[in-house]
């Protein structure tokens, strides 16, 4: 009787490819996410997945308190966290899938096309004098937390940083003030929408080079597939599908998908750098 009865909170009645199922997702990864969810469902007609896209402090919080089973985030879970779903007999798969840049954007009229991870960093503590204003997309994203600890400053106090909403957002602000510095996701700048690429044709991408990286202390470099799998863009996170189902459902289905050839495929076409390049053959005849 108690094999038959059916989870109230989930539902049961989902396999790899069939049923409906809800995931959550860190809202700057909604670029790359929305082609794996397109082609997923293209090829799965029967399946029916939902991503839920919110700031990482929410997106965490859903996923911490067992609302949704799957989470798709710029970061792991901590040790700490992974010992909370231990203690509810749950035992999450962690896998990274892809990489990402935070990348620095500024207004196409600016002479800033340069700049480096010190400066960086005294630019986010304060310890810099700058007529420009530095806006990112909110409080409780991602981002924002990746800076924080790039920076080692926990608290972005100076009058000149601003938290907006979205990496739209930041995109438009900066399209629109010459003395503007923004950082957004790079997957943003990939293949922008009708909604906003004039906006993206208003602004240019930063150069950043590492005083610290042995193998190229003297150059600058900006994001790309390249830059990204050499280690020599500095500015580099991440990205991982956390699957806490526990069972052969659609969010396991959907997370092998991305993780399968085809998902890294379509990370490799989006210009992101996928954690498993998918192999070419080429055959040579006379």
């Not at 860190?26 to 991503?51: G, R, T």
């Not at 007999?89 to 096309?113: G, H, K, M, R, W």
């Not at 208003?202 to 150059?219: A, L, Q, R, T």
Request: proline share 4%; net charge positive.
């Amino acid at each position: 009787m108690a094999c038959k009865q059916k989870d109230k909170k989930f539902n049961v009645d989902d396999s790899y490819t069939i049923g409906k199922a809800s995931f959550v997702a860190d809202e700057s990864l909604a670029p790359i996410l929305d082609q794996e969810l397109y082609v997923f469902k293209s090829l799965n007609k029967e399946a029916k997945p939902e991503i839920i896209y919110k700031s990482e402090n929410d997106a965490l919080r859903l996923f911490l308190n067992d609302s949704v089973r799957v989470a798709i985030l710029a970061r792991s879970v901590t040790p700490q966290e992974v010992k909370m779903f231990k203690q509810r007999a749950l035992y999450p798969e962690i896998n990274c899938f892809a990489y990402d840049a935070v990348t620095l954007i500024v207004n196409q009229s600016s002479n800033d096309t340069l700049t480096t991870v010190g400066e960086i960093k005294n630019m986010l503590n304060g310890k810099v004098g700058t007529d420009k204003n530095i806006v990112f997309d909110n409080a409780n994203s991602s981002l924002i937390r990746y800076l924080r600890s790039f920076s080692g400053n926990d608290k972005f106090e100076q009058k000149n940083i601003y938290a907006l909403k979205t990496n739209v957002d930041v995109i438009k602000y900066v399209s629109e003030h010459q003395h503007a510095v923004g950082f957004i996701s790079y997957s943003w700048l990939l293949e922008p929408d009708k909604a906003y690429a004039p906006m993206v044709n208003k602004i240019k991408i930063v150069g950043v080079k590492d005083e610290g990286n042995k193998d190229y202390p003297n150059s600058y470099f900006k994001p790309d597939q390249g830059t990204l799998a050499m280690r020599q863009y500095p500015l580099v996170r991440s990205l991982y599908i956390i699957n806490n189902t526990g069972r052969p459902g659609l969010g396991t289905g959907f997370a092998s998908f991305v993780l399968g050839e085809s998902g890294q495929r379509i990370v490799l076409r989006s210009g992101l750098l996928p954690d498993s390049i998918p192999t070419r053959e080429v055959s040579f005849s006379k």
